[in-house]
């Protein structure tokens, strides 16, 4: 089983950045791709981004289109969302995500394996 922990997260002011990470245990077919999702209280699991390992395919929410970054380190087996022009919107629990899949990277349903999360809050 592939294990995910994600760090990073914190309290942050709008406008302001933070830089999450996803220690993965394993880079296998389980993990071709990484992805970040983000969760409120009473809200469904959305997409934020998600990327391969070698970057060939990368995509995207619209919400954080232009703001967040994701990107991969294959040396130190962790992927990496850089938020910067963070919102209150933004404020929810980030969980990183694994697939077998490099197809529908941004549905939810196509990851397998799923991390703890990590909480940002942005004030306002």
């Known amino acids: 089983q592939v294990q995910l922990v994600e760090s990073g997260g914190g309290l942050v002011q709008a406008g302001g950045s933070l830089r999450l990470s996803c220690l993965t245990s394993?880079?296998?077919?389980?993990?071709?791709?990484m992805g970040w999702f983000r969760q409120s209280p009473g809200a469904e699991r959305e997409f934020v981004a998600a990327?391969?390992?070698?970057?060939?395919?990368?995509l995207y929410a619209d919400a954080v289109k232009g703001r967040f970054t994701i990107s991969s380190d294959s040396a130190k087996n962790t992927v990496y969302l850089e938020m910067n022009s963070l919102k209150p919107e933004d404020t929810a629990l980030y969980l990183c995500?694994?697939?077998?899949?490099?197809?529908?990277?941004?549905?939810?349903?196509?990851?397998?394996?799923w991390g703890q999360g990590t909480q940002v809050t942005v004030s306002s």
């Open positions: 995500a694994a697939s077998a899949t490099r197809l529908q990277i941004g549905i939810k349903a196509r990851y397998n394996d």
């Open positions: 394993q880079r296998t077919f389980k993990t071709y791709t």
């Open positions: 990327t391969t390992w070698n970057g060939e395919r990368k």
